[in-house]
T-cell receptor
Framework: GNSVTQMEGPVTLSEEAFLTINCTYT??????LFWYVQYPGEGLQLLLK?????DKGSNKGFEATYRKETTSFHLEKGSVQVSDSAVYFC??????????????FGAGTRLFVKA | GAVVSQHPSWVICKSGTSVKIECRSL??????MFWYRQFPKQSLMLMAT?????????EQGVEKDKFLINHASLTLSTLTVTSAHPEDSSFYIC?????????????FGPGTRLTVT
């Protein structure tokens, strides 16, 4: 079945450091890929997405490229800020047989950014 | 962006009682809503898909008689945990789907923390 694997946290970085959070997936079809972010005390928010191979999603300085050959969708940011401290979830959406909508999430990676 | 609310944000109940959690889409109509369960340091696990005006579709292993879902309107879905036990203690998150197939996007509520004593 479909699954998402992302690196375990927590990840602790100093402000302005480079961030990479690895995410790989397995899917039987052609899924869309997502990164969601959950700030403390809040719900999940869509950070970025990519719907086909070689697409690059970007938002708020974060980027991720849909790599079909390596089944990966790694999240990167060139210079993190304290305000980026949150939990990041990699996810895929692959319409199940019979139609509909279904999202599968990775375990989440907690990021701490120190001033 | 679109807003989804959940109520209550946290609840403590005694074993054997029932608890109802509400999920509302505040500024859009959602024919489809989802209920997830999240254990500490673990992923969100889909419990069921809630469709307005019809029965919910439960994921394998989720007891439909224990987790009652009602999607009575285009802006409200409820999850009732019946005869709750300590092992039902968890973080429950709902989401609402906005848009048409192929262009739809999920919006998540802030979650409800349930503690069963």
């Amino acid at each position: 079945g479909n699954s998402v694997t992302q690196m375990e946290g927590p990840v602790t970085l100093s402000e302005e450091a480079f961030l990479t959070i690895n995410c790989t997936y397995t899917a039987t079809g052609y899924p869309s890929l997502f990164w969601y972010v959950q700030y403390p005390g809040e719900g999940l928010q869509l950070l970025l997405k990519a719907t086909k191979a070689d697409d690059k999603g970007s938002n708020k300085g974060f980027e991720a490229t849909y790599r079909k050959e390596t089944t990966s969708f790694h999240l990167e940011k060139g210079s993190v800020q304290v305000s980026d401290s949150a939990v990041y979830f990699c996810a895929l959406s692959d319409p199940p047989v019979g139609g509909g909508f279904k999202t599968i999430f990775g375990a989440g990676t907690r990021l701490f950014v120190k001033a | 962006g679109a807003v989804v609310s959940q109520h209550p944000s946290w609840v403590i109940c005694k074993s054997g009682t029932s608890v109802k959690i509400e999920c509302r889409s505040l500024d859009f109509q959602a024919t489809t809503m989802f209920w997830y369960r999240q254990f500490p340091k673990q992923s969100l696990m889909l419990m069921a898909t809630s469709n307005e005006g019809s029965k919910a579709t439960y994921e394998q292993g989720v007891e439909k008689d224990k987790f009652l879902i009602n999607h009575a309107s285009l802006t409200l879905s409820t999850l009732t945990v019946t005869s709750a036990h300590p092992e039902d203690s968890s973080f429950y998150i709902c989401s609402a789907l906005m848009g048409l197939a192929g262009e739809s996007e999920q919006y998540f509520g802030p979650g409800t923390r349930l503690t069963v004593t």
